[in-house]
Structures are given as C-alpha cells and as structure tokens.
C-alpha cells in the first residue's frame, strides 16, 4: 500500500506526478499548460468537463468563477480596451482635422460667413466634449473595477479559509495497523525536523495556489509539512501524539502542538518570508504577476510578520490545525472488529 502512495498517479497529458487521482483531476481542470498539451492533442470535449474560454485572450478553464475572476485581471481585455479607446480618439482627432482644413479652405475662398464659422467651432467644442466625456467615462469603470477588487481582497482577508482542498480523499480513518506500528513510523518531534519541514517549503508554493491567496498557502504547507510527525487519535477533542526526541510518545492538543512549532522555528518562517518577497519582486520584474496579486501577496506577508511577532496567530493556527487534522494518519483507540481481525491475520 505504501508503494502505490510513493508511486502516485501521472498525468497523461504533461507527465507530471500526483498522490491521488483528486489532485490529478484537480491540475488537468486549472493547470494552463497542461488545457494549453489538451487542445493540441484535440482532446474531445467529452472527456473534459464544460469548458469556458476568455473571450478576450482565448484562455481556456474548466470553472465558470475562474473564468470570472480572470477577466477582472485579463491583460488583452485590458489591452482591448485601451486600443479601442485609442482608436476611437485617433478617429476623433482625423475627423477635427478634416473639418479644421475644409474651414480653412473655405476661409481663404470667402466662402463662409461669421456665423458659420461660430457653427463649426460650436461642432468642434461639442464633439471634444464627446470625447472626454467617453474619456471620464472609461477612467470611472476603471476605478470601480479597482474598488471591486479591493473588496474582494478585504473580504478574502476576513473571511475563514475553507482548507478541504488538501484533503485526502481516501477515507482515513482506517488503517489495516495497529497503532504501535503506526508510532514507529512517525518522524521524532524535535527543532531540528520541524525547521528542516519550514525550509523545504519553497516561495511559489506560497505564491501561484488559491487565486494568490498567500495567507491560505502558508497556512497549507506548513500544516501538510508535519503530517508525518503525528498521529491523530481523537478527532472531536483535537489530541495527538507524537515521537518525542527519546521515541517515547507524548501527547498534545493540536493547537498546542502548533503554536511550540511556530515558536520554534520563527526565524526559519521569516527566512521563508524573505525569499517570498523577493520570488516577488523578480516575478513583478519580468511582468509576470499582476500589480494588484503581487500587493495582495505582500499584503499577507506583512499580516504573517505581525502575527508572528506579536505572537497572535490563534486564526493562523486553526487554519494550520485543520490542514494538519485532515492529513494525517488517524488511528482510533477502539478499531471496529473487522479491522482488528484484518491486523491480526496480517501480524
């Protein structure tokens, strides 16, 4: 069993390796490269769910919200819009300047009279009018779009994460092992594993999940990095044990669990926030995040280094606590019969 866990599954499409057939699901519906091998490959429509595509930039995704959360952001709209504004003022400007030769031409001709000439001033002032009207026009719906953003960056920050998107979706509440065995096999709870778990954590893992939602990435792999050092053995009351340094085992709540590892590795949690911050600053450099994701972004790093010096992190940690319970190993005390009769054929 613990092979076909290693091995995982591969993606037919682009190769790349995945646990579970969830998470595969999961990158051939969102992944942009892996659509991008799909369409080449002219993979029927039937054997991918409805798909949506950007009218603008022709980007294709398998979730109708997607598709709306990216237009807020799609830089060929944008680029549509401007050019079509530019356009249309181009055309504006041609056609002032016809009418201010034709009236030139008429003038030197003496073929116009005074109150003429005041006709087409009056043409020239109405149709500029138009135009910065059409102007205001653009730069008001810009504004609102900016304001709808920031709304749902505020309400993204004060809203509770939902944090099922890294569930297993095997049913893991029963092991074929005892629970002596399931012990050996955990990782000793000591600094030094739970700072080398911190470090192995890289800055796009933070960065390019969840809408650039970096709070909720944190919160994510930091949970999923000490799976392998507990066992959950009551779900209702959050109690885990863990290997302490001498093999022996020792019990914890789960938020208690947490917080002794923040504390233990805040300068391995600052370092990490450092190389996000400049993962950023080289993504904004070569234009590939958008302005607005990447103050998002830093907007939650700043939040993270508070909380962390101001040692306030109980949502932090609850967050952390249900990405963790949802992970782990869980091996109840009392095992349904039909399981122990398995372990005992098995030992």
Do not use: W
């Not at 995704?61 to 799609?74: A, P, T």
């Not at 005074?114 to 719906?141: T, V, W």
């Amino acid at each position: 069993m613990a092979d076909k866990e290693t091995l995982g599954v591969v993606c037919q499409y682009c190769k790349k390796t995945y646990s579970n057939t969830y998470n595969l699901s999961v990158h051939q519906k969102t992944a942009k490269f892996c659509i991008d091998i799909q369409q080449k490959q002219k993979t029927p429509l039937s054997s991918v769910e409805e798909q949506y595509s950007c009218e603008y930039c022709n980007t294709v995704f398998s979730f109708k919200h997607v598709l709306q959360n990216h237009i807020i952001r799609c830089k060929a709209k944008r680029e549509h819009e401007y050019e079509d504004m530019k356009r249309k003022n181009g055309e504006l400007l041609l056609h002032n300047e016809v009418l201010v030769k034709q009236i030139g031409e008429l003038l030197q001709e003496n073929k116009i009279g005074k109150h003429e000439i005041e006709l087409k001033d009056k043409l020239l002032e109405y149709m500029l009018e138009e135009k910065d009207k059409h102007i205001q026009q653009l730069l008001d719906e810009i504004q609102e779009l900016k304001g709808q953003i920031k709304s749902k960056d505020e309400y993204i920050q004060n809203t509770p994460h939902n944090m099922t998107i890294y569930q297993n979706t095997t049913n893991n509440t029963n092991y074929n092992v005892s629970f002596q065995a399931s012990f050996e096999k955990l990782l000793p709870f000591t600094d030094e594993n739970v700072k080398k778990k911190v470090l192995s954590i890289q800055p796009m893992q933070l960065i390019e999940f969840n809408n650039y939602n970096l709070m909720l990435n944190f919160c994510s792999n930091f949970g999923r990095s000490l799976t392998d050092m507990v066992l959950l053995t009551d779900k209702a009351r959050g109690l885990v044990v863990v290997k302490n340094k001498d093999g022996e085992k020792q019990k914890y709540q789960v938020k208690g669990f947490i917080k002794d590892c923040l504390l233990s590795t805040e300068n391995e949690c600052k370092q990490l926030f450092n190389r996000t911050t400049a993962q950023l600053n080289h993504l904004e450099l070569y234009g590939n995040i958008m302005p607005e994701d990447q103050a998002r972004c830093q907007n939650d790093l700043t939040l993270l280094y508070y909380y962390l010096m101001n040692k306030t992190m109980d949502n932090t940690v609850q967050n952390i606590g249900s990405v963790l319970t949802s992970n782990c190993m869980y091996v109840s005390k009392k095992m349904p019969p039909a399981i122990t009769q398995k372990i005992e054929i098995l030992e």
